[in-house]
C-alpha cells in the first residue's frame, strides 16, 4: 500500500514539476516577453558599445595629444608661441558713408494693373 502511495505521490510531484516548467516556458515565448528580452539585450549591448567607443575616443585624444607635442618639439613651433601681428590695414575699404546701389531699368511695355483689358 504504501508502494503504490510513493509512487502516486512521486507521479503527481512530477506532473506538477513538468506543468510549472512548461508554462513558465510558455510565458517566455509570447510575444511581448520575447519583445522586452530583446530591448534588455539591445540595451546592454548599447551600453557596453558606448563604453568602449567612449574609451577608443579617450585613447585617440590623449595619443594624438602626445603625438601633436612630439611634431611640435620637432618641428620648433613651440619655441615662440606669440600670436602674429595684427595687420595694419582694412581687408576690405569701404569709403562710401551710404551704400550705391545702380538704378533699375524698366524695360517691360505692358502694364500691371489687373483691371485693364486685355
Not at 510513493?6 to 512548461?22: I, Y
Not at 611640435?72 to 551704400?99: D, F, K, M, Q, V
Request: charged share 25%; net charge positive; proline share 6%.
Amino acid at each position: 500500500m504504501f508502494r503504490r502511495t510513493f509512487w502516486f505521490s512521486t507521479g503527481v510531484a512530477a506532473g506538477v514539476w513538468a506543468t510549472t516548467k512548461v508554462n513558465r516556458k510558455l510565458r517566455q515565448l509570447t510575444p511581448e516577453s520575447l519583445a522586452a528580452t530583446a530591448a534588455n539585450k539591445a540595451l546592454e549591448t548599447g551600453a557596453r558599445l558606448k563604453d568602449r567607443a567612449v574609451g577608443f575616443a579617450l585613447d585617440v585624444r590623449d595619443n594624438m595629444a602626445l603625438r601633436e607635442a612630439e611634431l611640435g618639439e620637432a618641428l620648433g613651433l613651440h619655441e615662440n608661441p606669440e600670436l602674429p601681428a595684427p595687420r595694419r590695414y582694412p581687408a576690405i575699404e569701404n569709403n562710401r558713408s551710404t551704400p550705391q546701389y545702380p538704378e533699375r531699368i524698366d524695360t517691360t511695355t505692358h502694364s500691371h494693373n489687373r483691371n485693364e483689358d486685355h
